[in-house]
C-alpha cells in the first residue's frame, strides 16, 4: 500500500475486555513502532520492532500491553483487561532499516481511536 | 533520558502574521532534532528535522526551524501563516543510537482570519 495503515480505525469497547490493534506497515519497512496519545500523557512511545524482534518495548504502560509482530511486517498491539485510562489514539510507525546512529523517517499511520466504557 | 518541552499549548495567530512555536529538551546524549504536524482527524507528518551541519532547517509549507545547542531549543517558524497552517504541531527528539521518538505535549495553532 502507498502508507502505514491501521485497524479499526474506531473501537469501543467495554471496561475489562481485551482489544487487538492491528498495524500495515508500508511495503519493505523493516522497522515497526507503536505509540499512544492520550489527552492526559500526550505521545509516548510504547514499543519498537525491527524485523520481528522487539529491541525496545519500555514504553509498554503495564503486563497488560503487548505486541507482536509476524513476517516482519504486520503487528498487532493487544491489551488485555482494558481500563478506561487505557482510551486513547494508538499510533503505528514504520520505517526503512532503523539502523543505529542512522537516521530513517518515521511514517505514520491515521491511528485507532480506542474508547473504553 | 530525554524530555521535550513545548512552552505554549496554543497560539492563535492572525493570517498572514508571523508565527513561532518553542520547543526546548533535555538529554544527555546527543539527538536529533523534529517538528511534526497533525492536521484534524490526520495522521502524524514530519514537518522538518534537524540531524547535523547547518543550524537553521527549512521544511514544508514554508515552516523553518533553528537548533540552539547553548540553549537546547529548536523553535519553528513562519513569516506568514494561512488557515490550512491550523493543525496540532508536535516537537519531538530522537536519541542518537535509538529509535523511538520522544514528543513534546503539542502547540495547537489557530489561525483567525
Known amino acids: 500500500g502507498a502508507g502505514v495503515s491501521q485497524s479499526p480505525s474506531n473501537k469501543v469497547t467495554e471496561k475489562g475486555k481485551d482489544v487487538e490493534l492491528r498495524c500495515d506497515p508500508i511495503s519493505g519497512h523493516t522497522a515497526l513502532y507503536w505509540y499512544r496519545q ?11 520492532f525491527q524485523g520481528n524482534s522487539a529491541p525496545d518495548k519500555s514504553g509498554l504502560p503495564s503486563d497488560r500491553f503487548s505486541a507482536e509482530r509476524t513476517g ?12 478506561q485510562e487505557d482510551s486513547a489514539v494508538y499510533l503505528c510507525a514504520s520505517s526503512s532499516a532503523g539502523n543505529r546512529g542512522s537516521y530513517n523517517e518515521q511514517f505514520f499511520g491515521p491511528g485507532t481511536r480506542l474508547t473504553v466504557l | 533520558a530525554q524530555s ?29 532534532l523534529f517538528w ?12 522538518l528535522k534537524y540531524l547535523s551541519g547547518s543550524t537553521l532547517v527549512k521544511g514544508i509549507n514554508g515552516f523553518e526551524a533553528e537548533f540552539n545547542k547553548s540553549q537546547t531549543s529548536f523553535h519553528l517558524r513562519k513569516p506568514s501563516v494561512h488557515i490550512s497552517d491550523t493543525a496540532e504541531y508536535f516537537c519531538a527528539v530522537r536519541p542518537q543510537g535509538a529509535q523511538k521518538l520522544v514528543f513534546g505535549q503539542g502547540t495547537r495553532l489557530t489561525i483567525n482570519p
Open chain 1, 72 to 83: 516482519g511486517s504486520v503487528s498487532t498491539l493487544t491489551i488485555q483487561r482494558t481500563q
Open chain 2, 4 to 32: 521535550v518541552t513545548q512552552l505554549d499549548s496554543q497560539v492563535p495567530v492572525f493570517e498572514e502574521a508571523p508565527v513561532e512555536l518553542r520547543c526546548n529538551y533535555s538529554s544527555s546524549v546527543s539527538v536529533y
Open chain 1, 38 to 48: 492520550s489527552l492526559g500523557q500526550g505521545l509516548e512511545f510504547l514499543i519498537y
Open chain 2, 36 to 47: 511534526y504536524v497533525q492536521y484534524p482527524n490526520q495522521g502524524l507528518q514530519l514537518l
